[in-house]
């Protein structure tokens, strides 16, 4: 066992501390890894306010490389010493899902057997079965997707991010959206992960990718990631401008990286004829929104919501590292701050106001 310094929510809607944990050595299936960087997302204050759950003490973070530093017994899919970006969809590969070769959909994904503790013995819930704001993590194995990419140090913070917000947006528009080149594409919402749904619509060789939010400061950054067009809906009518910029028509893909009802109707509506509307945005508990069957039925196309982006980690992370080293896809402009574990509070602060994609903790 090691006890090392971490960042836990002790109770709901009270500041997280920074405090000593207690991780155990691996046993068989998990891993001990040593933290490199950790982005701060929403989900994680999402478990501060009591979004989550109430199984305090929660231990937070969850966008992580690292380095494992130990594995237990029968683990064969990373060693020690390998570089990892931490995932929390470690496939079971017994599940109805996985046994219908959809592994991305995995119903019963894995986490470590073991509970870190604090110093007196409480058991910590991780975020997300991570729980990377801390100097090291207990994992289950397959929460560790291996790196072979010849990386400096100064990328992992970017890297990390795969972990969670990024992927998620990369994959509602190229898993769940199957963009194909040359369509168009609208993304409703430009913060971390509308933003990365743009730049996988660039990736995915979208020609028309509209970006869609009332903040100009976050539709000029949207032009930084790929948007050739964009409409600050408060001042124009969302669904009729983007209809204009795609002939009248609608898009063929219209992504809701918001999650409430008034953008998700923004997005039916915004759609071509039998185009597509992906809900990656996550709604608050209980929302609602009236849908008129006849006009789901003349509309034609699909509505889907997108579970971390239908994403395989095993499968898609590496291809997104290799694109980020090709020049292909930016992560480097992801990442806001860098930051310490004593300024999460602060990041959580700083998210609200939607000037940063990322603020990133650093272990040095």
């Known amino acids: 066992m090691q006890t090392v310094k971490a960042v836990v929510s002790l109770a709901k809607n009270e500041p997280a501390t920074v405090t000593n944990i207690?991780?155990?050595?691996?046993?068989?299936?998990?891993?001990?890894?040593?933290?490199?960087?950790?982005?701060?997302?929403?989900?994680?204050?999402?478990?501060?306010?009591?979004?989550?759950?109430?199984?305090?003490?929660?231990?937070?973070?969850?966008?992580?490389?690292?380095?494992?530093?130990?594995?237990?017994e029968g683990v064969t899919n990373v060693a020690p010493g390998d570089l990892v970006i931490l995932n929390w969809r470690a496939v079971c590969g017994e599940c109805r899902a996985c046994a219908k070769g959809q592994p991305q959909y995995c119903f019963a994904t894995h986490n470590a057997t073991q509970k870190m503790t604090l110093e007196d013995g409480t058991e910590l819930e991780p975020a997300l079965g991570i729980g990377s704001f801390a100097e090291k993590t207990l994992v289950a194995a397959g929460q560790c997707t291996k790196i072979n990419a010849e990386l400096t140090e100064d990328q992992y913070a970017a890297v990390g991010l795969l972990g969670c917000g990024v992927t998620a947006g990369l994959g509602a528009v190229l898993n769940t959206g199957a963009v194909a080149r040359g369509e168009s594409v609208a993304v409703i919402g430009c913060g971390g992960v509308g933003t990365a749904a743009i730049a996988g619509a660039k990736l995915g060789g979208a020609t028309t990718i509209i970006a869609v939010d009332i903040d100009e400061a976050k539709l000029a950054r949207a032009r930084e990631h790929g948007a050739t067009h964009t409409v600050n809906s408060q001042d124009k009518d969302a669904?009729?401008?983007?209809?204009?910029?795609?002939?009248?028509?609608?898009?063929?893909?219209?992504?809701?990286?918001?999650?409430?009802?008034?953008?998700?109707?923004?997005?039916?509506?915004?759609?071509?004829?039998?185009?597509?509307?992906?809900?990656?945005?996550?709604?608050?508990?209980?929302?609602?929104?009236?849908?008129?069957?006849?006009?789901?039925?003349?509309?034609g196309g699909s509505i889907k919501s997108a579970w971390y982006g239908d994403t395989l980690p095993s499968r898609d992370f590496p291809m997104f590292v290799d694109h980020y080293i090709a020049g292909n896809l930016d992560l480097d402009g992801f990442v806001s701050e860098r930051i310490s574990l004593e300024q999460v509070n602060e990041a959580f602060e700083t998210m609200k106001t939607g000037r940063v994609l990322r603020s990133v903790v650093e272990f040095k």
Request: aromatic share 8%; proline share 6%; hydrophobic share 40%.
């Open 22 to 72: 207690n991780v155990p050595d691996p046993i068989k299936g998990e891993a001990l890894v040593k933290v490199l960087s950790c982005g701060v997302c929403q989900t994680d204050h999402h478990y501060v306010q009591g979004g989550v759950g109430d199984n305090y003490p929660y231990l937070l973070g969850h966008e992580s490389t690292g380095i494992v530093e130990a594995v237990g």
């Open 239 to 299: 669904v009729e401008a983007i209809r204009e910029l795609t002939g009248g028509f609608g898009a063929d893909l219209v992504i809701d990286a918001v999650g409430v009802p008034a953008t998700f109707e923004q997005a039916f509506y915004a759609r071509d004829l039998a185009g597509r509307v992906v809900l990656v945005g996550v709604p608050a508990p209980g929302a609602t929104w009236t849908i008129p069957l006849d006009e789901v039925f003349g509309r």
